[in-house]
């Protein structure tokens, strides 16, 4: 059995991992900058890095309850 040119692939289609799935896709980088600068760990998560995002959005949480860094914020904006 022969095989043509066009069946044979140039690439692997994706390469996975037990920590990432990385999809071989055009993906804005803009959008993927806009979700790590509005909240860390998204970013990561959009790119198929879930353990990475994952843990980032934990510790983002983790670091706002202890430090108080919404009440500080309510706090400049109330005066």
Excluded at 17 to 34: D, E, G, K, Y
Aim: charged content about 15%; cysteine-free; hydrophobic content about 45%.
């Amino acid at each position: 059995m022969q095989i043509n040119q066009q069946e044979k692939t140039r690439r692997p289609k994706a390469h996975l991992s037990a920590f990432s799935t990385s999809i071989i896709s055009p993906r804005n980088p803009w959008m993927t900058l806009w979700l790590s600068a509005t909240f860390p760990g998204l970013g990561h998560i959009r790119l198929g890095s879930y353990l990475k995002g994952f843990i980032l959005i934990a510790l983002e949480i983790i670091i706002n309850i202890k430090a108080d860094l919404n009440l500080s914020i309510l706090y400049s904006f109330t005066g």
